[in-house]
């Protein structure tokens, strides 16, 4: 069973930098898209970063250049880096786990499979 929970939410000030973690079990990274996506509210859940075997990486326009989505094997845990912050970046972060990959539907969130419970990320202007 898939159990994801991340942690590393918080306030920054624009131009701050945060990394969120996912610890993450039940889950090969060598096998699996990992993935992050934010929400905020009355907005649908938009994606951010993804990686399929901690090599491949996919961005958001949005975010590219500023994010970046890692993972370490020994820990089983996802990372996102996050520089440059902006107040749109303001949200909560969900992680997300898929067995496979798929490059055109890893930004879709009807492809995950298991979710975190996601962590708030606030940037102040």
């Known amino acids: 069973q898939v159990q994801l929970v991340e942690s590393g939410g918080g306030l920054v000030q624009a131009g701050g930098s945060l990394r969120l973690s996912c610890a993450a079990s039940?889950?090969?990274?060598?096998?699996?898209?990992m993935a992050w996506f934010r929400q905020t509210p009355g907005k649908a859940r938009e994606f951010v970063a993804a990686t399929y075997g901690l090599s491949n990486t996919y961005y958001a326009d949005s975010v590219k250049g500023r994010f970046a989505i890692s993972g370490d094997n020994a820990k089983n845990t996802l990372y996102l880096q996050m520089n440059s912050l902006k107040p749109e970046d303001t949200a909560v972060y969900y992680c997300?786990?898929?067995?496979?990959?798929?490059?055109?539907?890893?930004?879709?969130?009807?492809?995950?499979?298991?979710w975190g419970q996601g962590t708030q990320v606030t940037v102040s202007s």
């Open positions: 039940g889950v090969t990274f060598s096998i699996y898209t």
């Open positions: 997300a786990a898929k067995w496979g990959q798929n490059s055109g539907l890893l930004t879709t969130t009807q492809w995950y499979t298991s």
